[in-house]
């Protein structure tokens, strides 16, 4: 039986990106002179299937999930924090939603799995798989059925959206950065200490924790991660596994993905590989400073649009990165190419 998850995503058009390189190429300025916009431009183009590519209306979609992985004492955050930032996005004064605001970006908080029950809540959607996941070091993070509702709930805010062309999905859960390693080891193969970074700001003694942590989940667990699903199961979070179904859902919808940080990259790459057709519709926004993320934009063969040294989450990243998208499609539109403007070539 098939799942709406492994339906495939539309495929590129090769000849209108070609079109669009000779476009960029006759514009009034050397040749790759404009660099990555040159190149988000005309793999916009290839993906949207037109030599206008666009980039005018996004959703921003922080999903919300607990970790039963936070009982090793990962984090530097008790996580009642998961709860009280969600409060802190709804009232308008965590960092996305100041940017989503300040660029007009519509904006919507979704919890997936919150250990705390919330109150009604201003722009949050209460959409609860579980109260947090289980201890992948003990057991599977979740069940069969509660993986699918998560990547279900992604995939309905995808559906629920409207008309958008860009999607940015932003996370927020306690322990999540330590999910984000263990998923990074899963597909890559590399070790534990390599994928670890300092999440909330821990310290050297809770980072190598932080590692023995992830290598005791990785030895239950790696004999028996069959497919991208049963990664996502045994492994990943409620909000992880609800950004992976976003990102399938939007690919499928032709809807450009914009993915953050380290932890929605690990939910990037978990999404490709239970359904590859959806990787040309992923654009990566920043490589941030936890030392897993580099490695996982490396064996996505990714290459990011801004060095920030960033490492909040919550989207934020891949908020800044919106304008530069907009930036690339309107200068693909709206300058004038050599003959137009009665400038003359160089030599090619």
Known sequence: MSHWYEEAAPDADEDMRA?????????TKPRGALGRLEDVAVQMSAMQRTLEPHANK????????????????????????????????????????????????????????????????????????GAGTQNMCVTEAMSLEQCEEALAVGRDIIDQAGDIDVFIGGEMGIGNSTAAAALAVAHTRLSATAMVGRGTGISDQVLSKKAAVVTRAMSRHLPHMKNGVEVLRRIGGYEINALAGAYIRAAQRGIVVLVDGYICTAA????????????????????????GHSRLLNKLEAEPLLQLNMRLGEGTGAALAFPIMQAACRLQIEMASFEQAGVSRGND
């Open 58 to 129: 996004a959703l921003i979609a922080v999903f919300a999930g607990d970790h039963g992985v936070a009982t090793e004492s990962v984090s530097a955050y008790p996580q009642t924090v998961t709860s009280e930032m969600v409060r802190n996005f709804a009232n308008g004064g965590a960092a996305i939603s100041v940017l989503a605001k300040s660029m007009g970006i519509d904006f919507t908080v979704v919890n997936v799995g919150t250990v705390y029950a919330l109150e009604d809540l201003p722009n949050v959607q209460d959409l609860r798989v």
């Open 268 to 291: 990037a790459i978990s999404a490709v590989k239970i359904n590859p057709s959806i990787r040309p519709w992923l654009f990566f926004s920043h490589c941030s400073a936890e030392p």
């Open 19 to 27: 079109a669009a390189i000779a476009r960029q190429n006759s514009l």
